[in-house]
C-alpha cells in the first residue's frame, strides 16, 4: 500500500490507485463501498493530525464517489456550495498526495478554487452561490448547442436558507437548461439549521405519502436508461405517478418547475450511482434529495456535538478527545467571546437590545444570549440581507439591535445597509467579527475591506477596538439613547491581549481616539487589533535612538481631526498600521485629512496589500502583509534612516 510520502498516512489498497475520476471507473461498482470506507477514513487520518473541516466532508463520501463515477468531470461541471463538503471530491481529483496541506500556509486551500484545478469549476466559500454559477454554465452550454454536458449543484440545506438559492431555482425553473441540483439534507450548516424550510424538508422526509410516492417513481425511473427515444414519455409518467400519489400534497420545488426526485439514502452509493446514472438521461431542470448524516463514519462525530465537529481542530482519532494545549498562564479570551458575555450583560440592563446573527451563532458567540434570553436573540439562517433589513425593521420600532456578521459576510449586505438602515439614518449596531486576515479560511474569509466599504457611507460610525475592554466600552458607547446612527465595530478572529478584560464600562466620545505614548522623531496611527503589534515594535527602541509617539485612533469615521492636526504638524514622519486592505482604509482616510488641510509629512502606509492573500495562519500573513511587529519595527527603522539622510 502506498504512503504518502513525509507524511505517514496509509490512503488504502483502491484509493492508493484513484488519481483522477478516470481510475475512480475502473473500479468494478461492487468495489465502491470499500472505497468510500478507504476515503472517509483517509479524511479522519489527515484531518485529526492536521485540522480543518470535518463533519461535513465526511456527510458526503458516498455522494463525492458518486459523482465522479457516474459523470464525466471535468468536462461535466461540478460545483460545490462553500465547499467545506469538498474534502473527498478534493482527494478524488488527484490531490491526495498532498491533501496534508490543507488550509496550511502556501498549500491547499480549503475551498474549491478553479486555479487549483481543472476539477474545481467554480471558486466557493460564502454559501447559497451554487445553483447561480451552475445555471449559467448550463445556460452557456445551451447556446453552444451542447446538449449533453452536465451541470451539478451540490447544496447543503442550510445554504438553501440564502436568499440567492431562491432566486437561482426560480430562474432555472424557467429556463429548459441541462442542471441538476442536489440537496444535502443533514440539518446542520454550522450550527443547527432554522426556518420553515427546515421544517418543511422534514415533512418531505417524513411524509408516507411522499415515500410511496417515491418508491412508485424508482421503479418507473430505473426502466428509462432502457427506452431510449422514449424516456421523455417515461420521464411523464413518472411525474403523473407522483401528482396522483401526492393528490392535494404540494411541493416547492415542483412549484419552481423543478422535477423533483427523493429523498434518497446519501449514504447507500450503489443506490446514489444508481440514481445519478438514471438522472443522467432526463434532460431539464432536476432536483434531487439526499438525506445524509454530518460526520457520518465517525463515532464519536456522530454520537457527539456537530457543531463542535463541523471543525474540531486537532483530535485523537482513537479516542475522540479533541487535542488542545493548556497553558500554564490564564490566557486572554477570543474577542468573539468578548462580544458575547458583554451583549448578554448590557441587555440585562437594557431591555431594548436584542441580538441578530445569520447562521454564526456559536461563531460569533451569541449562543450566549440566546441561551440566557431566548425571546432576544435571533438567528436567522443563511440571511445576511434579511438580517440586516430585520435589523432595520427592529429599530424603527425603538429596539437597539446588535447585528453580528463576519465582515466579508457582511459584504452580501451591503445594500441592505446602505438603503435599509443608513439612508434613514437607523441604529443598528454591526459588530463585524473576523475583521481583518481571517487565517486559513483564506481570501473568501478575509475581512479587510470593512473600513473602505462603511467609511464612505453617510451616519454610518466606523471603530475598531485595540483589546478587550475597548470592544467592551465600544459596544457600551453604542448602545446609549445620545447614540442615534448606524454603528460600527469591527474586530478580529482569535483571543485578545488582556486576561483581566472585565472592566467596568466607559463612555467612548464619538470619534476621538488615545495617545498612548509621547514621542518627538516618528508618529505611528493604528486603528484596531494590530496596535498591539505597534506597542511591541516600539518597545524595541530605546528612547534616545528613536522617540516613538504612538496613537490609537479608534474610529476611522469621524476620524479625530483634532488629533490628526497635532500629528500632522509635529510629526514629519508617519506609519499608519491596519488590519486592511491599504486601499481605501485607515491610511486613505489619514491622507485625505492631510490633502484636505495641506499637510506634507511623509506617510508609510501598512496594512493589506492590494491583492488576494492566500490562506495561512494569522502571524504568518501578518508577516507576508507586513504589519506583524517585526515589520513594524523594519518599517519604524527604514523611516528613520530616511529621515536621517534628509537631514543631512
Known amino acids: 500500500m502506498k504512503i504518502l510520502e513525509g ?43 492536521k485540522g480543518g473541516h470535518f463533519g461535513a466532508s465526511l456527510g458526503v463520501v458516498e455522494l463525492s464517489v458518486a459523482l465522479h463515477y457516474i459523470f464525466n468531470t471535468p468536462a461535466d461541471e461540478l460545483v460545490w456550495d462553500v ?26 486551500s480549503g475551498f474549491p478554487k478553479r486555479s487549483e484545478s481543472i476539477y474545481d469549476s467554480f471558486g466557493v466559500g460564502h454559501s447559497s452561490t451554487s445553483i447561480s454559477a451552475a445555471l449559467g454554465m448550463a445556460i452557456a452550454s445551451k447556446y453552444k448547442n451542447n446538449s449533453t454536458k452536465q451541470h451539478i449543484a451540490v ?68 426502466k428509462i436508461s432502457k427506452f431510449g427515444p422514449n424516456a421523455q414519455e417515461i420521464v411523464s409518467k413518472v411525474e403523473n405517478a407522483i401528482k396522483s400519489s401526492l393528490l392535494k400534497q404540494s411541493n416547492l420545488f415542483e412549484s419552481l418547475k423543478f422535477r423533483y426526485f427523493g429523498p434518497v439514502d446519501g449514504h447507500d452509493v450503489d443506490r446514489l450511482v444508481k440514481v445519478l446514472a438514471d438522472l443522467k438521461d432526463i434532460p431539464g431542470p432536476k432536483l434531487l434529495h439526499i438525506l445524509t448524516k454530518k460526520g457520518k463514519g465517525y463515532k464519536f462525530s456522530e454520537e457527539g456535538n456537530e457543531t463542535l465537529w463541523h471543525a474540531p481542530g486537532l483530535f485523537n482519532k482513537e479516542t475522540g478527545e479533541i487535542i488542545k494545549v493548556t ?22 440592563k437594557n431591555e431594548k437590545i436584542m441580538g441578530i446573527t445569520p447562521a454564526m451563532p456559536s461563531g460569533c458567540s451569541l449562543n450566549m444570549m440566546m441561551k440566557a434570553m431566548p425571546n432576544r436573540a435571533f438567528d436567522v439562517g443563511i440571511a445576511e440581507q434579511h438580517a440586516v433589513t430585520f435589523s ?7 429596539i437597539v439591535p446588535f447585528c453580528n456578521i463576519y465582515s466579508s459576510f457582511m459584504q452580501r449586505a451591503y445594500d441592505q445597509v446602505l438603503h435599509d438602515v443608513a439612508l434613514q439614518n437607523l441604529k443598528v449596531i454591526f459588530c463585524l467579527d473576523r475583521g481583518g486576515l481571517a487565517g486559513a479560511d483564506g481570501p473568501t474569509h478575509h475581512g479587510v ?72 522623531d516618528i508618529a505611528i496611527l493604528t486603528i484596531g487589533h494590530p496596535g498591539n503589534f505597534a506597542a511591541e515594535a516600539i518597545k524595541q527602541y530605546a528612547e534616545a535612538e528613536i522617540s516613538i509617539a504612538h496613537y490609537d485612533m479608534r474610529f476611522v469615521k469621524p476620524i479625530d481631526e483634532e488629533m490628526l492636526h497635532e500629528v500632522c504638524s509635529k510629526f514629519k514622519t508617519i506609519i499608519t498600521v ?64 530616511i529621515a536621517l539622510q534628509k537631514a543631512m
Open 449 to 520: 475591506f470593512d473600513f473602505a466599504y462603511f467609511r464612505c457611507v453617510p451616519n454610518m460610525i466606523v471603530s475598531a477596538p485595540m483589546n478587550e475592554e475597548e470592544l467592551r466600552n465600544l459596544m457600551y458607547t453604542a448602545q446609549l439613547s445620545e447614540i442615534t446612527s448606524p454603528f460600527s465595530i469591527r474586530y478580529p478572529r482569535g483571543n485578545g491581549v488582556m486576561v483581566n478584560w472585565k472592566t467596568p464600562f466607559k463612555k467612548i466620545e464619538i470619534g476621538k481616539g488615545r495617545k498612548l505614548k509621547d514621542g518627538k
Open 7 to 49: 507524511n505517514g498516512i496509509n490512503p488504502g489498497e483502491l484509493l492508493a490507485k484513484i488519481n483522477s475520476p478516470d481510475d475512480l471507473k475502473k473500479i468494478p461498482t461492487h468495489q465502491l463501498k470499500q472505497v468510500c470506507n478507504e476515503l472517509r477514513q483517509f479524511i479522519v487520518d489527515v484531518v485529526s493530525v
Open 392 to 398: 432595520a425593521g427592529l429599530a424603527t420600532q425603538g
Open 155 to 222: 447544496i447543503g440545506d442550510g445554504a438553501m436558507t440564502g436568499g440567492m438559492a431562491f432566486e437561482a431555482l426560480n430562474h432555472a425553473g424557467s429556463e429548459n437548461a441541462n442542471i441538476l441540483v442536489i440537496l444535502n439534507d443533514n440539518c446542520m450548516s454550522i450550527d443547527p439549521n432554522v426556518g420553515a424550510l427546515k421544517d418543511y424538508l422534514t415533512d418531505i422526509t417524513t411524509s408516507h405519502t411522499y415515500n410511496k410516492a417515491k418508491d412508485k417513481m424508482w421503479e418507473l425511473l430505473g
Open 83 to 108: 465547499g467545506h463538503q469538498a474534502y473527498g471530491h478534493k482527494i478524488l481529483t488527484g490531490r491526495r498526495d498532498i491533501f496534508h496541506t490543507n488550509r496550511i500556509y502556501k498549500g491547499l
Open 327 to 348: 497553558p500554564q498562564q490564564p490566557q486572554p479570551p477570543k474577542y468573539q467571546d468578548v462580544f458575547g458575555h458583554t451583549i448578554v450583560e448590557l441587555a440585562e
Open 578 to 641: 491596519e488590519d486592511h486592505s491599504i486601499q481605501g482604509g485607515f491610511g486613505s482616510a489619514v491622507l485625505e485629512f492631510m490633502a484636505d488641510n495641506d499637510y506634507a509629512s511623509r506617510v508609510i502606509r501598512l496594512g493589506v496589500p492590494d491583492k488576494w492573500v492566500e490562506h495561512g495562519e494569522q502571524p504568518e500573513l501578518y508577516e507576508e502583509c507586513g504589519f506583524s511587529t517585526k515589520m513594524i519595527a523594519k518599517a519604524i527603522q527604514q523611516a528613520h534612516a
